[in-house]
């Protein structure tokens, strides 16, 4: 494995979401998906990465870049092939790099490197591809139903949420209360990656809304049968 190009060459200045991407060599007998991990000070710089396709076995060339919404800075990049299956890094190596996020926008896109432009068109090709494949495949009858609890499950917990909060008292308001602030968290982070750009700023609704919705009808109706009177 070598990176063999950077875009843009280190040192580099780079704004709002301005992605600094590496051209890398690899050659494997096994599937490996290959990341690179930005550091700083000896720290990790957590950001918006590319993500990483699944490459072999064989040889040829990969494209991960990395990027950040807010001032930041990158002295070193472990880049790492890990195996597929197990997640477990195969090879790895280290790059010195000199590299600012100023957080601000830029007027104009800069032109990406000829490698950088092909490389994403075959990354976008593949992607659309692995999605086809994936829509197309035989769907068991409970994953739809799953997907459209949880889907559903997003407005309905907050609707749920502020209904029981509102009507309880005592110790049922206080165990009603229990899933609002992880959900308040999970929800301004859903804010935040929305005014960030991703387009998958609620998926951790979508996971964690299910859960909570579910507890609060289990709490409903432990609820119920509480105030139910007693028959002799």
Same mark, same amino acid.
């Given at each position: 494995?070598?990176?063999?190009?950077t875009?843009?060459?280190?040192?580099?200045?780079?704004?709002?979401?301005?992605?600094? @991407?590496?051209?890398?060599?690899?050659?494997?007998?096994?599937?490996?998906?290959?990341r690179?991990?930005?550091?700083? @000070?000896?720290?990790?710089?957590?950001?918006?990465t @590319?993500?990483?396709?699944?490459?072999?076995?064989?040889?040829?060339?990969?494209?991960?870049?990395?990027?950040?919404?807010?001032?930041?800075?990158?002295?070193?990049?472990?880049?790492?092939?890990?195996?597929?299956?197990?997640?477990?890094?195969?090879? *790895?190596?280290?790059i010195?790099?000199?590299?600012?996020?100023?957080?601000?926008?830029?007027?104009?896109?800069?032109?990406?490197?000829?490698?950088a432009?092909?490389?994403?068109?075959? *990354?976008?090709?593949? *992607?659309?591809?692995?999605?086809?494949?994936?829509?197309?495949?035989?769907?068991?009858?409970?994953?739809?139903?799953?997907?459209?609890?949880?889907?559903?499950?997003?407005?309905?917990?907050?609707?749920?949420?502020?209904?029981?909060?509102?009507?309880?008292r005592?110790?049922?308001?206080?165990?009603a209360?229990?899933?609002?602030?992880?959900?308040?968290?999970?929800l301004?982070h859903?804010?935040?990656?929305?005014?960030?750009g991703?387009?998958?700023f609620?998926?951790?609704l979508?996971?964690?809304?299910?859960?909570?919705?579910?507890?609060l009808?289990?709490?409903?109706?432990?609820?119920?049968?509480?105030?139910?009177?007693?028959?002799?």
């Open positions: 494995m070598q990176v063999m190009e875009d843009p060459p280190s040192p580099a200045t780079l704004h709002h979401w301005e992605e600094f @991407s590496l051209r890398i060599a690899y050659e494997s007998d096994l599937p490996v998906r290959i690179a991990y930005p550091y700083f @000070s000896g720290k990790p710089v957590p950001g918006m @590319s993500g990483s396709l699944r490459y072999g076995p064989g040889r040829g060339e990969a494209l991960f870049w990395i990027a950040y919404t807010k001032p930041a800075q990158v002295d070193r990049i472990v880049v790492r092939a890990e195996d597929d299956k197990t997640q477990k890094p195969i090879v *790895q190596l280290e010195a790099v000199n590299l600012a996020w100023t957080g601000q926008q830029q007027a104009a896109r800069r032109q990406k490197a000829d490698w432009v092909r490389l994403l068109a075959e *990354q976008d090709r593949i *992607q659309r591809e692995e999605a086809r494949e994936y829509a197309s495949r035989p769907r068991p009858w409970w994953e739809a139903v799953l997907f459209f609890a949880a889907t559903w499950a997003v407005p309905l917990y907050f609707i749920v949420q502020g209904v029981v909060l509102w009507r309880w005592g110790g049922w308001r206080i165990a209360a229990v899933p609002a602030v992880p959900m308040l968290l999970v301004l859903a804010i935040y990656a929305f005014y960030a991703s387009n998958i609620p998926i951790f979508i996971f964690f809304c299910l859960p909570a919705l579910l507890y009808a289990l709490l409903a109706v432990l609820h119920r049968l509480k105030r139910q009177p007693e028959h002799v």
